[in-house]
């Protein structure tokens, strides 16, 4: 534990969110943590390690969290009384059950919250929002990470916009969380040129003019048709591609072909007229459909109600289905839908290093096929749970296109959904597994 990094990093958000509170600057005098609890830490200083007693003894803390929360997710550290959950009693053997500290208590996005758990033994953390998850956090492979790992996610997340400071008037005073910012829709924007132009640079025809681009994926009149939100406003200012697939058997969508969302019709006019709901919309669009759940995973569909009641679809890249009034909104969230299942030759992960379909709770991983695993993240280390962002998506393609695992002719990247079946391969299941990110 790099106690030097982590004060840092722990002191700078608890300034941000301070700052945001309206106070005067002469008058920030924050207390640690050792200070704020007086003679209830020092009773509890010798289940700490060294590291995380040094942490607590220079790590501001604030006097009542209910006008202070740390940060969105979580209220701020942990009380003394709190940091040794009765939960580990059940679950670890004895000789470990100081071994586990709930280092910041999570704020109640999930039942029976948690937060942020510390193993003093590796001096490692990770996100457990809910009591629910412990089994998934605890079953030997899932993956923690250094704490100052944790406040630089957490940080990048309020430099991104993602997460806010604006004062008193919110939840998790004086957090708010959006569904997308002004960075995050640049970054993606961005990203996705450097795939278009990566694709166009290797076309046989391929030429140096750069005027020769037009931006938005279709005509500003179709556009009209979609209501505001991260889909338009990333459509609207994207480089419009003069090849056909931006991914094996992935195509780019025209001016009609956009239009043609299977799930809007159970909605009506989402994101409309007072409608919270946003189907998934359909943005890279196969040839192929996706037919039901593959015999192996009924159970696990890749949309859910309402939208599981269609059981044909095409198969592609869709933004996910969401909700305006979540408490965790990601509005560039997406899934690959396949019109197979991989998974069961034990290859293919998530970036939590799960195999396809295991149960994460289960002591040994057992692997099987689903046809909309790839790319997602799995647990979420730093956040509460969500699926893939589409920067994250776009940055491996990015990265297939530019090393030559993806070839490329006139008319951009060639193969078609077979290809996907690589993912679960002993040689190319790496390639397709997004580093973990917040």
Known sequence: MNVERCVELHNEIFKLGWDSLGKKAEDFRPRTWFEVHGAEAEAVRDILSPDVAAFLARACDAEDVNEHHFFYYVGGLQYPCGLLHDLFE???EEED??????LYSANNLASHPLGLVFDQKRSLAIMCMSIHDTGIILNGRMPWYPLETVLEAWLDMIHKGKVRAVGTETEYCPWEIVSYSQTILDETVETFNKLVEAIESRLPE?????EDTTTGLADDSTLEEFPQGFALDFMQRVRRPRFRFIAPGLEIPSSSSILDQPFSPLLGAPGTDGFSQIPPMLLFRSTTHYHDAPPTAKDILPFGWLYS????????????AGNRGSSNPFDDECVLVLPYGIGANGYARTSDGALFGENSEAAEADSRDMAMELYQPGHQPFTEIHGVRLDSVLRSWLGMVERGDWKVDG???VSGM?????ADTGSEWEKYVVPVSW
């Open 418 to 422: 077979e290809e996907w079946r690589k």
């Open 411 to 413: 008319g951009g990247v």
């Open 90 to 92: 059940e679950v670890v």
């Open 97 to 102: 059950q100081k071994r586990y500290l709930v």
């Open 309 to 320: 009641q269609l059981t044909r679809f095409p198969a592609g890249l869709y933004l996910q």
């Open 206 to 210: 391929h030429t140096t003019n750069t």
